[in-house]
């Protein structure tokens, strides 16, 4: 089943996305109404521009599991249970991030005491006697 979205309303702190089922010979069309505090957003630190693409993955999942699934969503309110595996996602990639960095040392700066001139060097002239 393919889903389109179709667009938001936004009551107070909540934010609606509204997807439309395409018909076919089994199935007309259905809307499909999910609802998400935007405050639980902001907490999750997930971006409301992602809250579309996020709720066609819902609806996708719950289509390939089945009707039953799909009839829940038909009009949802978006829990942070639901938010898991994108979580779980974004610390996996944090962690592979994590590892990927080099292990280089750090750079050591040289004490007033040392002898080291950082810089170009310039001659010295003796003193004219």
Same mark, same amino acid.
């Given at each position: 089943? %393919?889903?389109?979205?179709q667009g938001f309303t936004q009551n107070?702190? %909540? ?5 439309? *089922? ?12 999910? &609802? ?7 907490? =999750?630190? /997930?971006?409301? $521009? ?9 609806? %996708? ?9 799909? &009839?829940? =969503?038909? *009009?949802? $309110?978006?829990? &942070? ?5 994108? =979580?779980?996602?974004?610390?996996k990639v944090a962690a592979q991030k994590?590892?990927?960095? *080099?292990?280089?040392?750090?750079? /050591?700066?040289? *004490?007033? $005491?040392? %002898? /080291? /001139? ?12």
């Open positions: 089943m %393919n889903f389109t979205y107070n702190g %909540n934010r609606c996305f509204t997807f439309w *089922s395409t018909r076919t010979e089994s199935h007309p069309i259905r809307s499909y109404l999910i &609802e998400v505090d935007l405050m639980l957003l902001s907490r =999750l630190r /997930v971006s409301v $521009q992602d809250g579309p693409m996020f709720c066609l993955g819902m609806l %996708n999942a719950a289509s390939a599991v089945g009707l039953e699934s799909l &009839e829940r =969503l038909h *009009s949802y $309110q978006l829990l &942070e249970e639901d938010f898991r595996p994108l =979580l779980v996602e974004r610390e994590a590892s990927r960095r *080099s292990l280089r040392k750090p750079f /050591v700066k040289h *004490s007033p $005491q040392s %002898n /080291v /001139v950082l810089g170009p060097s310039f001659p010295t002239r003796s003193p004219l006697v």
